[in-house]
C-alpha cells in the first residue's frame, strides 16, 4: 500500500466528521425554531414539522456523510424514505392539487392550479439547471418504494425502443387531457377533490406498475429508466446541470465497478476517459458510483458545460447477467 494511500484514509476520515458536524448543527437549530415558534403559536403541527426536517437533516444527511461508503446506499434509501415520504404527506396535507404530469397539463391548459405549477417549475424546470435530477436520486416519492425492491442493479440496460416508452407516456398523458380540456371542457383534474381523485389514482397507477416492471425485468428502476413521464422534463434541463459527477482518469483502472453498479447503467468510466464530466441525463447523483469506486477517483464537481451525451452498458453477455 503506498504512502499516499495510508495518509489520505485518515485525512478523509478527519473531513468526513468535520462535515458532518454541519447538518447535526442544522438539525439542532431546526428543533430550537420549532419550540420557538411552539411556545409562541401553540402550533403543534409548526413543532412536529420543524422536529420533522431537524431529524432529516441531522440522522437522514448527517448520517449518510458518516457512515463507511459501503453502507451509504442504505443511508441514501433512509434519506429518500424521509424526504420522499415527507412530500407526499405534505402533497396530501395542503392539498394543493394534483402533482401528477396530468395535474400539470390540466393546471396549464385550463388556467388552475397555480401551486402545481410552480412545483414543476422549482423542481422539474428550474432545479434540474442546477442540480441536474437529485430529485430523482434523493426526494422522488416513487424511487424511495422502487429503491426497497430486490433488484438495486440490473446490471444492463434494453436496448431499442424501451427509451421511447416515456415520451409516449407523456405525449399520451398530455394528449388524454387536452382532450378533456378543450372538446369536453372537463376542467376539475387539477384541484379540489376530483384533482386528489386524479392523483392517488395516478400515484397508486405509478406504484403498481413500477413494482410490476422492477419484478419482471429484474430491474428497481425499471420504470424510471423507461416508463416515467417526469424524466421528460427532467431531461431537457438537466442537460445544463451545474452539479455532475466528475474524475480523476489517472486513477481509473478501468475496473468498471462503476458501470456495474450503477443504477441506470451509465458507461461512467467512458466520460472520464474522454476528459468530460459524467453528461448523461439519466444520472440521478445517488452517488453510487462515488462510494464504490475502490480508487477514490470520482467527485461531486462544480462546472459548465452542456449534457444529454448518453453512453449506457447495453445488454451483456448471458454469463455477465
Given at each position: 500500500?503506498?504512502?499516499?494511500?495510508?495518509?489520505s484514509?485518515?485525512?478523509?476520515?478527519?473531513?468526513?466528521?468535520?462535515?458532518?458536524?454541519?447538518?447535526?448543527?442544522?438539525?439542532?437549530?431546526?428543533?430550537?425554531?420549532?419550540?420557538?415558534?411552539?411556545?409562541?403559536?401553540?402550533?403543534?403541527?409548526?413543532?412536529?414539522?420543524?422536529?420533522?426536517?431537524?431529524?432529516?437533516?441531522?440522522?437522514?444527511?448527517?448520517?449518510?456523510i458518516?457512515?463507511?461508503?459501503?453502507?451509504?446506499?442504505?443511508?441514501?434509501?433512509?434519506?429518500?424514505?424521509?424526504?420522499?415520504?415527507?412530500?407526499?404527506?405534505?402533497?396530501?396535507?395542503?392539498?394543493?392539487?394534483?402533482?401528477?404530469?396530468?395535474?400539470?397539463?390540466?393546471?396549464?391548459?385550463?388556467?388552475?392550479?397555480?401551486?402545481i405549477?410552480?412545483?414543476?417549475?422549482?423542481?422539474?424546470?428550474?432545479?434540474?439547471?442546477?442540480?441536474?435530477?437529485?430529485?430523482?436520486?434523493?426526494?422522488?416519492?416513487?424511487?424511495?418504494?422502487?429503491?426497497?425492491?430486490?433488484?438495486?442493479?440490473?446490471?444492463?440496460?434494453?436496448?431499442?425502443?424501451?427509451?421511447?416508452?416515456?415520451?409516449?407516456?407523456?405525449?399520451?398523458?398530455?394528449?388524454?387531457?387536452?382532450?378533456?380540456?378543450?372538446?369536453?371542457?372537463?376542467?376539475?383534474?387539477?384541484?379540489?377533490?376530483?384533482?386528489?381523485?386524479?392523483?392517488?389514482?395516478?400515484?397508486?397507477?405509478?406504484?403498481?406498475?413500477?413494482?410490476?416492471?422492477?419484478?419482471?425485468?429484474?430491474?428497481?428502476?425499471?420504470?424510471?429508466?423507461?416508463?416515467?413521464?417526469?424524466?421528460?422534463?427532467?431531461?431537457?434541463?438537466?442537460?445544463?446541470?451545474?452539479?455532475?459527477?466528475?474524475?480523476?482518469?489517472?486513477?481509473?483502472?478501468?475496473?468498471?465497478?462503476?458501470?456495474?453498479?450503477?443504477?441506470?447503467?451509465?458507461?461512467?468510466?467512458?466520460?472520464?476517459?474522454?476528459?468530460?464530466?459524467v453528461?448523461?441525463?439519466?444520472?440521478?447523483?445517488c452517488?453510487?458510483?462515488?462510494n464504490?469506486?475502490?480508487?477514490?477517483?470520482?467527485?461531486?464537481?462544480?462546472?459548465?458545460?452542456?449534457?444529454?451525451?448518453?453512453?449506457?452498458?447495453?445488454?451483456?453477455?448471458?454469463?455477465r447477467?
Open positions: 500500500m503506498s504512502q499516499e494511500t495510508t495518509t484514509r485518515p485525512q478523509r476520515r478527519l473531513a468526513v466528521d468535520l462535515l458532518v458536524l454541519l447538518p447535526l448543527f442544522t438539525m439542532l437549530a431546526l428543533w430550537v425554531m420549532g419550540l420557538a415558534f411552539w411556545f409562541r403559536t401553540q402550533d403543534v403541527l409548526l413543532l412536529i414539522f420543524f422536529g420533522y426536517m431537524g431529524l432529516f437533516v441531522g440522522a437522514g444527511i448527517g448520517g449518510y458518516g457512515l463507511p461508503e459501503r453502507y451509504r446506499p442504505y443511508g441514501r434509501s433512509l434519506v429518500m424514505l424521509m424526504m420522499g415520504g415527507l412530500l407526499l404527506v405534505v402533497a396530501f396535507v395542503t392539498d394543493h392539487g394534483n402533482m401528477q404530469i396530468e395535474g400539470l397539463f390540466f393546471a396549464v391548459l385550463a388556467g388552475v392550479g397555480p401551486w405549477v410552480l412545483h414543476y417549475l422549482i423542481a422539474k424546470i428550474a432545479g434540474p439547471l442546477l442540480f441536474g435530477r437529485v430529485w430523482c436520486g434523493w426526494a422522488c416519492w416513487y424511487g424511495m418504494i422502487f429503491d426497497l425492491l430486490p433488484y438495486p442493479f440490473s446490471r444492463f440496460r434494453y436496448r431499442g425502443r424501451w427509451g421511447l416508452l416515456r415520451y409516449f407516456h407523456f405525449g399520451a398523458s398530455l394528449l388524454v387531457v387536452a382532450l378533456l380540456v378543450i372538446g369536453y371542457q372537463y376542467q376539475q383534474g387539477a384541484e379540489g377533490s376530483n384533482g386528489m381523485l386524479w392523483f392517488v389514482i395516478g400515484l397508486l397507477s405509478y406504484y403498481v406498475v413500477g413494482i410490476v416492471m422492477a419484478l419482471v425485468l429484474r430491474d428497481n428502476r425499471a420504470f424510471c429508466k423507461y416508463l416515467c413521464p417526469i424524466a421528460v422534463p427532467l431531461k431537457l434541463t438537466s442537460r445544463f446541470s451545474l452539479l455532475k459527477i466528475a474524475g480523476t482518469p489517472e486513477k481509473c483502472d478501468t475496473c468498471e465497478a462503476c458501470i456495474e453498479m450503477c443504477p441506470m447503467n451509465i458507461r461512467i468510466k467512458d466520460y472520464l476517459q474522454a476528459g468530460q464530466r453528461l448523461s441525463t439519466e444520472c440521478t447523483l452517488q453510487t458510483c462515488i464504490v469506486c475502490p480508487h477514490n477517483s470520482l467527485r461531486l464537481s462544480v462546472g459548465l458545460d452542456v449534457g444529454g451525451r448518453e453512453i449506457y452498458d447495453y445488454d451483456p453477455p448471458k454469463a447477467r
